[in-house]
């Protein structure tokens, strides 16, 4: 068919999944990862809660590392953080829209990834047991009581995380980023209805320019005949959800005595749980009954690698986080978004318009200056408290 030759065209990349040495390429992949992993366990510990902490300490007390030194590890931290990243996304794309696997399960793969995930944290809990001097990962156990009262945050993050999937299965990598651009705008919508927090007219103004972008984007989109509604709407709730996940993260996360790495632990045991009645009412078990690769080490070699990459993202953000800053990191996220699109446009062989370009500007530079607005606007208040700080501490002398 017509439609397929872009497909068949890339079947030169896809093909070595294809082989019979697939399962060794990604047990391969897989073993190279775990033991870069544990490299950086050994030397880090997963313990996010103080990756604030100990990046305040380095500014104010400096680090007897060299310049070169502190530059080259981040790089090697941004570099990862993209390359997992992007991966994670193309690798996506192919488990949930690839005509070679012609599998209509999207709740089934994104089933899988959480279970993976559930079990890449027992065997960390099973290393930081035996080797707790190498690996130091929280102890993970089941309460039935701290499952309830995280559940209100897995429903958001199955959400979340299925209308991520299922925006990627509808619409192209290169309109992925578009298609999920309203979070920075939920972010302020939630903020004022739930959090009572005001935002800043510059804030506001930034948000304009996303969502400027977003509907240009939309339009481009449809004057190719490449717009998929569906995708845009499951896109914009992807966006709600995500905005909500931060929320109530932060009202949960005392409930697992702050250990991010419990809560993603209870977080995909939850889901794990949820998407089994979600997969058998959809029909989804009819879909998987009757697809012909579920033998296939192809198949549950590239399930497997999108699961371990779906883990990994969690830990490299924490990571560029604690070896730049927060603000750095959506910086940093913010392009690897445009090198993505880039890339998308480059592997699918589209041919895009001045106008389709300029809405991903629009969208990149907004988000950009929005994490750069809400930087100052931070540094601002900490900076007057210090101040009021100092003004008390003379006082009193």
């Not at 079990?119 to 080797?131: A, E, G, I, P």
């Not at 392009?335 to 699109?341: G, I, S």
Request: charged content about 15%; aromatic content about 14%.
């Amino acid at each position: 068919l017509p439609g397929n030759a872009a497909w068949v065209r890339r079947a030169s990349f896809l093909s070595l999944f294809s082989r019979s040495s697939c399962l060794t390429v990604c047990l391969s992949l897989c073993s190279l990862f775990a033991f870069a992993l544990f490299m950086f366990l050994h030397r880090t510990p997963l313990k996010r809660s103080n990756i604030l902490k100990m990046a305040l300490y380095n500014l104010e007390h400096g680090s007897p590392e060299s310049f070169i030194s502190k530059a080259v590890k981040i790089a090697c931290v941004v570099i990862m953080y993209w390359f997992i990243s992007i991966t994670m996304v193309f690798l996506n794309k192919y488990l949930l829209d690839s005509p070679d696997l012609r599998l209509d399960a999207p709740l089934f793969v994104t089933f899988f990834q959480c279970l993976v995930t559930v079990l890449l944290c027992w065997l960390l809990n099973l290393f930081s047991t035996l080797c707790p001097t190498m690996v130091d990962f929280p102890s993970i156990g089941f309460d039935p009581k701290i499952s309830r009262e995280i559940l209100p945050l897995s429903v958001v993050f199955i959400g979340m995380i299925t209308f991520n999937n299922l925006c990627l299965k509808y619409v192209g990598v290169a309109f992925y980023n578009i298609g999920r651009s309203l979070t920075t705008v939920f972010n302020v919508l939630l903020s004022y209805g739930i959090l009572k927090q005001t935002t800043s007219f510059r804030a506001i103004m930034c948000c304009g320019i996303i969502i400027g972008g977003f509907c240009l984007g939309l339009n481009q989109e449809g004057a190719e005949g490449s717009l998929s509604w569906t995708g845009v709407m499951f896109g914009v709730i992807a966006s709600l959800c995500v905005s909500l996940n931060a929320i109530y993260t932060k009202k949960v996360l005392p409930t697992v005595d702050g250990s991010i790495w419990r809560l993603t632990y209870y977080n995909n045991v939850n889901a794990c749980i949820l998407f089994v009645p979600l997969i058998a009412f959809t029909g989804e078990l009819k879909t998987l009954y009757n697809f012909d690769k579920m033998g296939s080490t192809n198949f549950w070699g590239m399930m497997t690698l999108g699961g371990v990459f779906g883990f990994a993202i969690g830990y490299v953000t924490g990571l560029q986080i604690k070896f730049t800053s927060p603000l750095t990191h959506n910086v940093s996220g913010t392009a690897k978004a445009c090198l993505q699109t880039i890339l998308a446009v480059f592997y699918y062989e589209e041919a895009k318009t001045f106008l389709w370009w300029t809405s991903n500007v629009l969208v990149l530079f907004g988000s950009f200056a929005y994490t750069w607005v809400k930087g100052l606007e931070m540094k601002k208040v900490q900076d007057e408290a210090l101040n009021k700080n100092r003004e008390k501490s003379e006082s009193g002398v």
